[in-house]
Nanobody, 122 residues
Framework: QVQLVESGGGLVQAGDSLRLSCAAS????????MGWFRQAPGKEREFVAIIQWSGGNPTYADPVKGRFTISRDTAKNTVYLQMNILKPEDTAVYYCVISRLNDGRPALMDYWGKGTLVTVSS
């Protein structure tokens, strides 16, 4: 059973930056994907970004493209989400995920973290 623990959330102003971290337990194979989803108040959970553990095929949702960057440190078994030029609409609980498939549907993710809250004020 793989476990994921997110950290780095907080309260910031529009235009500020944050870096989220996700520490994973267990073995992560190079072909697996790790990424991030988010859920804003009153909205459905949505895809944010994903990357293959080998470092290939980083993919982003349109609302964050050009502002967010996903990366990983294999020595630390950790995935990061660098968030720049944050907007109020980025406010959400952010969840770390692992998937054996390159598919953005939430129901197909294999493992979920408990989430970390990001709040962006105007």
């Amino acid at each position: 059973q793989v476990q994921l623990v997110e950290s780095g959330g907080g309260l910031v102003q529009a235009g500020d930056s944050l870096r989220l971290s996700c520490a994973a337990s267990g073995r992560i194979f190079s072909s697996y994907f790790m990424g991030w989803f988010r859920q804003a108040p009153g909205k459905e959970r949505e895809f944010v970004a994903i990357i293959q553990w080998s470092g290939g095929n980083p993919t982003y949702a349109d609302p964050v493209k050009g502002r967010f960057t996903i990366s990983r440190d294999t020595a630390k078994n950790t995935v990061y989400l660098q968030m720049n030029i944050l907007k109020p609409e980025d406010t959400a609980v952010y969840y770390c995920v692992i998937s054996r498939l390159n598919d953005g549907r939430p129901a197909l993710m294999d493992y979920w973290g408990k989430g970390t809250l990001v709040t962006v004020s105007s």
